[in-house]
């Protein structure tokens, strides 16, 4: 209010009398006020940005924590474009949360403030603003719910092109394998197309209250200054109290566009904070620090009477094995038979419809992550090659494993096969199209990165696919090494590693029945696979 007391002040007591050295005081006592109040604001931006800051990456790492140890079957349910979307509500709400709304809120009361001032100044010509006011809220609630719809829109078209994005680059080697280049990239643009137009609406629904802000900022001053010049020439009240009054005006709207603006934001924060909430509500697997007396034989699997079933449809159901170190049993079935699914319940990233599960005694639901890796070792042909270096990966980026992951990569020969590379251990990979590690010993590293901890149960799922000649041999090799020093399950449709097994499965119809051992097993161990078309 300093400068609108000083204008008034000059207007009505300074310029009349003269008052030279009244206008030095006052110039200086407003000068420090100003300058006072630019360090409060930048003290004020310092302390949100700071808290903005601090909000985002915490509720973001959270978000993080929540997803990896979320329920996969609950997780699949989004797709990868939804799950980047929600990870990006943190930045949306930053603002909202960090204390930025509060401040605008806190300025409300200053509005009314200033219009009691403007009421005391020039009494009737109050009611202009008021009138201002009210339509600029009702105009600003309409546009924010007009906002809200168009950011539901933009955010659905937003999801499947991300979803088509990771699609695409995951299968890129597939699409270029099958020349598909042209069709990807029509269908790319389309979804482009779509998103750039719901992208427009939103932007023009932004503007236009953006504008219409300033417009009705604009038109306020000129209505009091029409309103007001005929109530100076009939002396209801001073030229100085209407210059006032104008200056007034200005600043009663920040505070008022502040909060209406914000209201036009609350549309876009609301969403972000559903998908927030969607975030924290995901279903987590719940795990629990286990007494090391609650182990019982080292080694064993057992699942009793165990079903399992995607959306309210069993896969499998009552499921019974028992089985300890040195069985090794094969299971058979066909595609979509549910054996992936049984190895991933086992491996204790699914949790059972109904049924228990027990590793050494205990249910693998039961067990941290990093602890169960400990007893079960699962490979499969799907393994993933995280960025970062070979030992990196080797390791699962755990230094204190360098010396077992080394051990396990010279048993599979990675160790000849890494130095040649310029900077062995030390080079870097990416899974991605234009890595220099062929997928043989990628598949290699993965394998050994699953058997550095010595696990006592192995879950073999299909692991000798996409090997070379050299990595085959040496996988049969291997697996003959360890066959009577674990509890193996092995899914496999190759002959040579099926001669391992000393008891065969079959997952047929939901039901897990043993059976008589194929013809594969009178062949004899061969070198390497044999292809026939």
Known sequence: LDLQIMVLKVYECIMINHSVGKLTVLAIGVSLAIVLEGILRIARAYTTSWAGMMYEYTMAANAMRLYINANPVKLKKEGPGQQIQNLNAFSKLRDFYSGQTLINIVDIPFAFTFLVLISYLTGKLVIVPIALIATFTVVTWLIGNKLKQALLNQGGVDDRRYNFIVEALQGIHTIKSFGLEAIFTRRYARLEEESSLHNYKTALISTEGYTFGILFNELMIVSIV???????????????????????????????????????QFQEYRIANNQAEKMFA????????????????????????????????????????????????????????????????????????????????????????????????????????????????????????????????????????????????????????????????????????????????????????????????????????????????????????????????????????????????????????????
């Open 282 to 533: 995901i279903e987590q697997i719940e795990r629990r620090k286990i007494d090391p007396k609650e182990y019982k034989e080292i080694g064993t699997v057992k699942l009793e009477n165990v079903s399992f079933g995607y959306g309210g449809k069993l896969v499998f159901e009552n499921i019974n094995l028992d089985l300890k170190i040195p069985d090794t049993i094969g299971i058979r079935g066909d595609n979509n038979a549910g054996k992936a699914t049984l190895m991933r319940l086992i491996a204790g990233i699914l949790k059972p419809t109904d049924g228990r599960i027990f590793i050494n005694g205990i249910p693998p639901s039961d067990y941290h992550s990093e602890e169960l890796v400990k007893y079960i070792g699962y490979i499969s042909s799907n393994n993933v090659i995280f960025q970062g270096t070979i030992l990196e990966n080797l390791t699962a980026f755990d230094e204190t494993m360098e010396h077992e992951a080394l051990e396990i990569a010279k048993m599979l020969n990675l160790d000849k096969e890494i130095a040649l590379l310029p900077k062995g251990y030390d080079t870097k990979v990416t899974d991605g199209i234009a890595d220099i590690i062929a997928p043989g010993i990628k598949q290699r590293v993965a394998i050994a990165r699953a058997l550095i901890h010595k696990p006592k149960i192995i879950l073999f799922h299909n692991a000798d696919r996409g090997l070379d000649r050299e990595g085959y041999n040496l996988l049969i090799k291997f697996l003959h090494l360890i066959n009577n020093q674990t509890t193996t399950i092995i899914v496999t449709e190759d002959h040579n590693i099926n001669l391992l097994v000393n008891k065969e499965y079959l997952l047929k119809d939901g039901k897990l029945t043993e059976i008589n051992p194929k013809d594969s097993r009178v062949y004899d161990l061969k070198p390497y696979k044999e292809l026939k078309i």
């Open 226 to 264: 029409a309103f007001g010049a005929p109530m100076v020439i009939n002396g209801d009240f001073t030229s100085g109290a209407l210059v006032a009054t104008v200056l007034l005006a200005g600043r009663l709207m920040q505070p008022i566009q502040k909060t209406l603006f914000l209201w036009t």
